[in-house]
């Protein structure tokens, strides 16, 4: 089956300290995105890669960071440097051709940072 | 700057009982208006993309609608599994790909 994963589901730290999340895509798309999601909100973008070896800040990117080597793969660093990163974390990938812009979601990680 | 507006905020349905859900927005040229659902905890699920004004998609009880700023979702006689929040999303023709969601209507449909 196509989709795209993200693990873990639940992730807890202690503040200071940087965590990983994990976003694996088998759709063979080329865009990857990284949402965050807090109560009451809209999505807001982190960061998003149209190819591999390549990304751009989004609107909310301070205190994170993201590579792309893997077209599959767009794994998000939360940093300590981010002041409020308790949140619900959501990956997306889109073909992002003419025609076909949609995103499609990942299940998401649940970030606890105390 | 771009907006995006979702109202009500929250919605309790009867079941069978039809509404429609308002997204308003402005964004400077509309590439496309995306309508997603998500239930708690979990990603949300594409429905519908709309790309001009007088465009409309369906998908069982749920139908889109888009003018030139604003689009609607009308649940037809609605069932308790169609509870869920439903984001809207427009993309502006400049963006690249960026979406710009709403915060959101939260539907209950009670049997």
């Known amino acids: 089956d196509g989709g795209i994963t993200q693990s873990p589901k639940y992730l807890f730290r202690k503040e200071g300290q940087n965590v990983t999340l994990s976003c694996e895509q088998n759709?063979?798309?080329?865009?990857m995105y990284w949402y965050r999601q807090d109560p009451g909100q809209g999505l807001r973008l982190i960061y998003y890669?149209?190819?591999?070896?390549?990304?751009q800040k989004g609107d909310i990117a301070e205190g994170y960071s993201v590579s792309r080597e893997k077209k599959e793969s767009f794994p998000l660093t939360v940093t300590s440097a981010q002041k409020n990163p308790t949140a619900f974390y959501l990956c997306a990938s889109s073909l992002h051709r003419a025609g076909t812009y949609e995103q499609y979601f990942g299940p998401g990680t649940r970030l606890t940072v105390t | 700057e771009d907006q995006v507006t979702q109202s009500p905020e929250a919605l309790r349905l009867q079941e069978g009982e039809s509404s429609s859900l308002n997204c308003s927005y402005t964004?400077?040229?509309?590439?496309?208006l995306f309508w997603y659902r998500q239930d708690p905890g979990k990603g949300p699920e594409f429905l519908f993309t709309?790309?001009?004004a007088g465009e409309e998609k369906e998908k069982e009880r749920l139908k889109a609608t888009l003018t030139k700023k604003e689009s609607f979702l009308h649940i037809t006689a609605p069932k308790p599994e169609d509870s869920a929040t439903y984001l809207c999303?427009?993309?502006?023709?400049?963006?690249?790909?960026?979406?710009?969601f709403g915060a959101g209507t939260q539907v209950v449909v009670t049997p």
């Open positions: 964004v400077s040229g509309l590439r496309g």
């Open positions: 890669s149209q190819i591999v070896n390549d990304f």
């Open positions: 759709l063979n798309h080329d865009a």
């Open positions: 999303a427009p993309t502006p023709s400049d963006s690249w790909g960026k979406l710009q």
């Open positions: 709309l790309y001009s």
